[in-house]
């Protein structure tokens, strides 16, 4: 076993390529065990995540503990230097608990109290609950907190924002909103009660069920987010305690999740998500690709550090409905995507496709037909062998000048808002759609938060549809934008504060001055009206666009206009601002462009700020490059999406193909699916 | 304050313009309540809704009532000389009330009480609410019911059909059935419970949960409008008792709410209505103003008297999930479209966008930006210009000698029908498939019962579809073919009694002999099947026309063929007949047309019926001419529902451009949206 | 009243055509009744379902017996020559009897005991439902047992799925498992629970909500159709022991019944089932004809033996959504498919449109015209003509050399599992893919079962996605191909045994020595994706096919490669095998093809297998001939189930047409959904 260091803060000094692996369920299976060992050395997996959803085996009756078996595992992992993730079993409670204690299982929103079954599904607020976690919590950190192989706490599995109405957790609820209003007059004011006669004149009186008021629907989600993390929180506090030098994360989701991971980025030592996009479907099969760096980008961006990919399919899932197993290439590319964009680790779920359970017909390194020379399992050993030879790059880091906002709590609040358009609001894929062109272009962006995150180091900071400003945001705005920072805001901006109550006097509320603009009103496109825009990008070169869904008229204050809208009684009229501020400047996009529109605007844009990384200019469709660097040297990932093959042109000379170990002569061939990386010394 | 008289009925010498005025949720802005009364001036407002939903507001505690904020409104509503329309707050109850009395909230179908929130939701049969109501009604009553400007109350606003399946509300659905059965026997008989062993052998055993016996469940349905008819009586027997002289009225909503409006019309003063078409959407947008165009005219049938359009929108809604803003010219087509029809008023929801509240997002005359220079503000501004010289109109009226039925029982009774095809029966949209023709002809249309309304004044009746002939809606066919009338019958047509229990002997029931046919069986026309019918207008003028959905089989008895079948089987069979019966006539459309064919069919029948009410011949698609007259002249108006322009041939020399005060020569141009109205002197 | 026997299995020398007959439904109306026995001797019916559903007619009050209208109708059926096949009520339960004893009533999932109403929701398990249920029968039995026209007992009709979760179930489920699995310990493992941690501990702990659990849920549809079963033999267990000498039946119904019919064919004398296709959908209409052909297959194979078709529309139903109504000659088409297929009844639900109740617009024999001269009464009369002169038929059976297995519990193991694709699986529609090529090229098959059903006297049987391989399934395939049988496996094949536990070692599990390949992995194919394979036929014919969703990559063992892929990273790789295996032959096709390579395959093979029926070669599509014979001849039901007429030609000359009893001269035409039987004398 080498270099297993163990402070705060994920440390080694190779990428980690591994698995999820439930050896409990194998035990009847002793040939199988072995196998499974001898097949991890050829696929060069040197990690395992272990002990996850285990909770009945480990304590089958309660206060009864059974640690053999994960004795045994601990000791084969040692004996093959491999490490060891040890997951924390509060996700799947044993029948036995619920059956005893039923308050550990959550009521719905009718009062019902739900079976048993599934998987996290326990109320958080249960002292029981609580109580029973911290027991097994704490054994398991007494009897492996010391074995050299044990390299990381991995708390829960998946946690998720099921919420529970049981009377501890809306008593929870009643709690959390004192603190945060303090009065009820206070809280009526903040959730507009005066409307429909909704007014509390006592906290009992709140239940998290009338979603006629926005404020406390947002408030019980925000709620529900803290909680868990609460829940998180008192998990933790038993293993800082124990095994103070282990290192805890706890795997992300997204994007299907409603808990607010910028709370949690705080408290864990190193990120982790769950990566499960779907390849190879739709016309526009690259944009999986671009959704997926999005997405790899934020985890990047929480602590502006390498992360893990902490689960990934070496093929197909099992739960999408349709779910197409990876092509030639496929595997390679999606694994090396995420070092690209700051992994430092690539697993999978799951090491062994179990016999049964509802996950036995998701894609495994090893399938059932148990061999080691399936297509899946070869695809895995060339990932296995790539990242041994990247090790190198364990510490590159990843500077953006770029970053986009895309706030959670922005989209809880624009998923509650009923707007004359509400149908196609699409806040996530708007995001994507300003990072499409820049990551087509080859720019590396931060994903960020538009209140927990700084914006001191970037040039340029997109913020699309920033529905609620919450208290403190436009203020960071204004100063970045005075210091001289490029400002990108959109139609659908500062409607509303954190309560979810409407700015007066004009939107974009508190960013008015900073736009140069005031937004009147806003039109709704939708079958058969159309609209466009017309952009005049030089003297010689205008161009119109068509534009969707959403248009803001506009009265321009200060600001220069810099495109028009051209159909119906908008025409002539503004679409596009800008707007100088002190050092800086602000556009305002006021209406939802084609994507070619983002092509040409970025395109000028990151000319004028001086921005550049990109080794090739012109990239193709649904081909990116990124780079990883430190003070040694730089790393480009060329990664080609397109079923087509692609040919680039590189126009830089010292860069050196890291698996020839010779320069690249003027142009590269990316195959369909392709990636190469090029090296570049300091 | 000019002319306010408060006898039983609305009655003002003016156009009424106004909106719900939330003036409680601005207590805290002092500023924007200033503005307010600023701008009402400038909108030619003469008329607030207030009041509505402020339960909360007025009585915070039990029994402990806050009126200052309502005396001020009136006050400050008096010196502005604005009329009040005094909501009463039953329609959203206070939390307290939810907490100290549960049973006042409504219990669902699985028995479970319904947690407080959301709005109209209270149990109507709860005596506790009951009584709760009025007390706050007669306070209301006592305090407010002599000031002048109180021009009318507004009771509950938009009571629905939901349904409480509390132990009182199933107790008075038990009495309810006693009444209309007097014996399990003639129960058991009307509802067929010889079916499926479904027969009731004590009145305890009936609940309203078995879809599978169509007369219970229609009974309930009309249970459920009969039980909030009598909590709209228990609301206003107070007011009428403490306000004797001071009008009432409740305002209805279409098209989906499942009320029995023909019975509520009897018990308040004036008709009013909440009407939100969905503008700009669509193919053939138009339709829309013709849908609209429908229900005004039904509103303006219940009393055969001017109507309120209570709430509109100035520009779009929130809750529609597409919502587009009006275009121009759509608000003062929308708002003169409705004086068009018969409505005395056009007012707003709201005057004010709510900071907060689901419908912080719907349009108001003031939106968050808050000034008077918004388009919206002045699309306002104009009607309300319009509005004050048109006062001349406010007692006008319509006289229609055609009557088209839509019977909302007969609506219930068809939904629940399971039929061979039951996908696409379309009542309503068939309804007006029959009233767009006779629109586009500048003919205008009452909307009227089966049951509840005489046809005395009508030369032609259209019964669309009336699959259910309650007692004694033949005989009133019968008498009126008889005393000369023509009567439209089609497919699906007097299939069941009251009871929903089939007729035998031959549909259409007992008006075979009116219209001497009698239908065999009814074929289903479904994808990749066809139809078609050929209808000989005239010696060299036979058409085709494509026919849909339901196609009768006839045995012709003493009818005329005037169209047949040209496909399949059916080919060369009855598709149209005419049938003399005494001084009138009975057609029987046997299918489902395509709209060409009513243009022809009613083009025909009102020359030949000698109804004249347009003067313009030929008007085209998405083009009408309405037309309201007293004694000393007539007002015509002309609207354009199309985007693109029309020019129109005006044929009467006589008529006078009110715009321009002088005569129009020859043809007039509307533009896109346009309007114009026109007037003849007596 | 003639030849009427009563051994165990129905025995009439004539086929039998008749209906439901709900007379206590027209009690008020004398003359209604007078009329329908008039109109069954017209229309040559000898058969009535009755007392189906009449439980509170006869026991209108708890111990209250009422049966004089049923003795009533016995006495005027036998005055008719009508045979009597009554029915016990069951099915539907008197209201007095929910409200005395709720526990009668089911228990929905949430624990909510379920309102009275509809039918064929009681709880299974209820001792008092048993013990009334075992009365009304009782009675029934002790009083029409000796009459000499009862033909046949009908128990329930239409027994159903619904689960309850009451108590008495919930524990009779864990007394199920107990004998299924003898120790926690065996079920523990059978279901894999070692996943999520859901281990049980104790029999208690498990409820049948947890689908996350495959085995357990599997296990629950067994439970309730086993369940099912015992009611249904709780049931018979009164009728063997009053009148043994009266045969059993209870109607089947699907495609969408959850119960498994093999084993209650072993506790009924005859079989029967409902069936109702919907004619004349969709661009290939003809399609329908062949899904009820397999149908009817099926229940002709449960027994080897004819069956009764018990119910049939004679023209449309009113259930589902759009029926048409049945074009000219379909009703006589459709009525005898089921003879030629196997049945020796033709019945109908139901004799009278009932007035009133959930069916009252279903299609009958007399509708609510109530004459006997509409289009479809005149049907009925030329059904009841054939049938009268077909008698000679009622002997006659169907041997056949093909078995196509269509396996209930592999549809719900397939249903519960989630797969890489999961959308359309279609196992019952591929299933019927393969049947429609033998169809259409005249051959008999039998519907089987995997485990249930004998394969000794097949030459070939197919087996599309039998996904569970039951314990003793693949010996049975074993013995059958080493003794010289021709087996067709395909992709989606034995991937679990009976738990759903997946087959470790390679797909398809115990199967793959017999097929001589091993499945490595299984590609997804959906847009835009494609796939095809060729296949080499002969020297000089290959031929290309679309293949679709599903797609095995094949380690090719001892088989011969057949067809291979042509595209992506499957070209050139197998897709079709053959593998000799001692006497016989297995075939893998490893992809789901386009319907032209079935036509191609199976036409080759039954030349190879040297199978023959039919009398036509080169059948049109929408279009088979099928046989019944005994000792003295052979009869051959020509269907064509297009819209168009066809030509045929008739190349045995010694075949006599039934209708002119004349020799059949080279040709025959067959009109719109024509019908021609031909007889040869043995």
Not at 449 to 454: G, Q
């Amino acid at each position: 076993m080498t270099n297993i260091s163990k402070p705060i803060g994920l440390k080694t000094s190779v990428l980690l390529h591994g698995a999820d692996y439930n050896y409990e369920q194998w035990l009847d299976y002793p040939e199988i065990l072995d196998t499974d060992f001898k097949y991890m050395k050829e696929a060069r997996c040197n990690v395992m995540s272990i002990g996850i959803f285990s909770w009945a085996e480990i304590e089958p009756q309660e206060g009864v503990f059974n640690f053999d078996w994960l004795d045994d595992l601990f000791d084969r992992l040692e004996a093959n230097n491999i490490y060891a993730i040890l997951g924390t079993p509060s996700g799947s409670k044993p029948a036995w608990l619920s059956k005893k204690y039923p308050e550990v299982c959550r009521v719905d929103e009718k009062g019902k109290r739900e079976p048993h079954g599934q998987r996290h599904n326990h109320c958080r607020t249960s002292p029981i609950y609580r109580e029973k976690v911290a027991i097994i919590n704490r054994k398991l950190a007494q009897r492996y907190g010391k074995r050299k192989n044990l390299l990381l706490w991995h708390v829960s599995n998946e946690y998720n924002a099921g919420a529970c109405y049981c009377d501890y957790c809306i008593d929870d609820f009643r709690k959390w909103l004192r603190v945060r209003y303090k009065t009820l007059d206070n809280l009526n004011k903040a959730w507009w009660t005066s409307f429909w006669s909704h007014r509390f004149t006592d906290w009992n009186q709140i239940f998290p069920s009338d979603n006629s008021i926005s404020g406390l629907m947002l408030d019980w989600k925000r709620f529900i987010s803290d909680q868990t993390l609460d829940f998180f929180k008192s998990e933790i506090s038993v293993l800082r305690e124990e095994t103070p030098n282990i290192p805890i994360t706890t795997n992300f989701m997204l994007p299907n999740v409603d808990l607010n991971y910028w709370n949690f980025a705080k408290y864990v030592d190193v990120i982790s998500w769950d990566s499960y996009p779907r390849w190879h479907i739709g016309d526009r099969e690259w944009m999986e690709g671009v959704k997926t760096a999005f997405f790899h980008d934020m985890h990047r961006s929480y602590k502006k550090a390498p992360f893990m990919m902490m689960e990934s399919t070496p093929s197909a899932t099992n739960w999408q409905g349709i779910s197409i197993p990876k092509k030639p290439n496929m595997h390679l590319l999606s694994s090396l995507q995420a070092i690209a964009h700051g992994s430092n680790t690539v697993q999978y779920f799951q090491w062994r496709q179990s016999r049964g359970g509802e996950e036995k017909f998701h894609s495994a390194v090893v399938n059932h037909l148990g061999d080691d020379k399936t297509p899946v399992f070869k695809d895995v050993v060339e990932v296995g062998k790539k990242l041994e030879n990247l090790s190198q790059i364990v510490n590159c880091r990843t500077n953006s000048q770029v970053a986009i906002i895309y706030d959670l709590e922005n989209e809880w609040a624009l998923s509650l808002a009923q707007l004359p358009r509400s149908q196609k609001k699409c806040y996530q894929d708007r995001c994507i759609a300003h990072y499409r062109a820049l990551w087509n272009l080859g720019i590396s962006c931060d994903i960020i938060d538009s209140l927990d995150s700084p914006f001191d180091n970037y040039k340029l900071v997109v913020a699309p549809m920033l529905y609620m400003l919450r208290d403190g945001v436009a203020e960071k705005f204004i100063k970045f934008v005075e210091n001289g920072g490029t400002l990108i805001l959109t139609y659908l901006t500062g409607l509303v504060n954190d309560s979810d109550l409407c700015f007066l006097g004009g939107f974009p509320g508190k960013l008015k001055e900073l736009a140069g603009i005031v937004v009147e009103d806003t039109d709704v496109i939708s079958n058969p009206l159309k609209q466009k825009i017309k952009v005049k990008w030089n003297a010689d070169d205008e161009r119109e666009y068509d534009v969707f869904h959403y248009a803001d008229r506009l009265r321009v204050k200060t600001a220069e206009i810099k495109g028009k809208y051209t159909l119906s009684n908008m025409a002539n009229t503004a679409a596009i601002t800008e707007n100088k501020f002190k050092n800086g400047v602000t556009w305002y996009l006021a209406t939802r462009m084609e994507d070619s529109f983002y092509d040409d605007f970025y395109k000028k844009l990151i000319v004028d700020l001086n921005i550049k990384q990109n080794i090739i200019s012109n990239l193709p469709q649904g081909v990116t490059c990124q780079k990883r660097s430190d003070e040694e040297g730089e790393f480009y990932f060329i990664m080609n999406f397109n079923k087509e093959s692609v040919s680039l042109n590189i126009e830089d000379k010292e860069l050196i193909d890291i698996d020839t170990d010779s320069k690249v002569i003027n142009s590269i061939q990316l195959p369909s699916y392709g990636i190469k990386i090029l090296k570049k010394a300091m």
